[in-house]
């Protein structure tokens, strides 16, 4: 099979997302916010086997990078999509690889002898979801495997690059290569934001692989994250945060920058480098609330339907649109799941 098979590839941290409801108490031992994205301190490590020993727990294949690689994969045709990233030899890297099997999705791991996969506690408490990540194997990627022949093959023969945020935790100079890699060959390189602290604590690492970002995509909490940490004024709204984005330096000037923040049930905000004063704004199609089952990936949904819409042809605003519709599909199910069998949504 060429490599040029799979037009998209993404980069981050491969996780098992460990899911559990009527988190409410779990909250309070282990001191989370209701909607928030952490990486697990000292105090937070005996959540995890204590979710499993004393919950009913759903397993399901996460990491921010790889649900939104599954979703562009449900958009696409088989053997479009591949992904990226260190897992351990471990049972939890075995449902990983069955997941990703299942949806049309090639992964091409990093696989770290003796190392644990990486785990994320997900905490949902009502709409809500708290995050709680142990990276393990994941933050032991080499930056050696992105020339490795194999994943140097795919690299050549991709056309749009997707890297996560939280990958910069550990990994900016992999995410750099690739960034770098993609705007030298005039192919296109997005990049997401994540959570809220990705701005906070790595805003340097940001404003690296920024300069070579065609596309940014974030959330509200996430755009105002940054705008603080950039020195922007307090009440500074979001559209013009998006404008603020969207001019920043790049260095393939060929291609103008899109700049997407999304708001939940609100409307997703769009800005383009061509024109970054005509701000644009996409309704969202507001579920009851009896529809919502669990909004745990609606983001990275959002992002693999934008994705896999772009990489199908679509211009900006119709990708905008797609994103929406797998944001909708994604939080009337379990975790960052898709609906089987696959509907079309392009």
């Not at 994250?225 to 393939?252: F, H, M, R, Y």
């Not at 679509?314 to 069998?341: C, T």
Request: aromatic share 8%; with cysteine; net charge negative.
């Amino acid at each position: 099979m060429s490599a040029s098979t799979y037009p998209l590839f993404c980069l981050g941290n491969p996780l098992l997302d460990i899911q559990v409801t009527n988190g409410e108490e779990l909250l309070k031992k282990y001191e989370l916010k209701a909607n928030d994205a952490i990486l697990a301190e000292d105090k937070h490590n005996p959540i995890y086997d204590e979710i499993v020993r004393d919950h009913k727990v759903t397993y399901v294949a996460g990491g921010a990078a790889q649900n939104a690689a599954r979703g562009a994969a449900y958009v696409l045709p088989p053997d479009s999509v591949v992904f990226t990233g260190c897992v351990g030899d471990d049972e939890l890297a075995e449902q990983l690889k069955a997941a990703n099997a299942r949806e049309g999705l090639k992964d091409a791991y990093l696989v770290k002898a003796g190392a644990k996969t990486g785990a994320c506690a997900v905490v949902i408490t009502g709409h809500h979801r708290s995050l709680v990540t142990t990276l393990r194997a994941a933050e032991s990627f080499d930056k050696a495997h992105l020339s490795s022949p194999d994943v140097a093959r795919l690299i050549e023969g991709a056309k749009v690059f997707y890297v996560e945020g939280y990958f910069l935790t550990h990994g900016t100079e992999s995410a750099l290569e690739v960034a770098k890699k993609a705007s030298d060959a005039g192919k296109v390189f997005a990049i997401n934001l994540s959570a809220p602290f990705i701005p906070q604590f790595f805003k340097l690492q940001l404003d690296q692989v920024f300069s070579h970002a065609d596309i940014i995509i974030g959330n509200e909490a996430e755009a105002a994250a940054w705008a603080s940490a950039a020195g922007l004024p307090p009440d500074t709204s979001i559209p013009a945060i998006a404008a603020a984005l969207v001019q920043l330096p790049k260095s393939n000037s060929s291609r103008p920058r899109t700049v997407i923040i999304t708001q939940g049930a609100d409307p997703t905000v769009v800005a383009n480098g061509a024109d970054p004063e005509n701000v644009k704004t996409f309704p969202v199609d507001r579920l009851p609330d009896e529809k919502i089952v669990d909004t745990n990936g609606a983001g990275d949904a959002f992002a693999g339907g934008f994705l896999g819409a772009f990489v199908a042809g679509k211009s900006i605003d119709e990708a905008v649109l797609v994103g929406h519709k797998l944001g909708a599909m994604n939080i009337q199910l379990v975790g960052p799941q898709y609906q089987w069998p696959k509907v079309n949504v392009l």
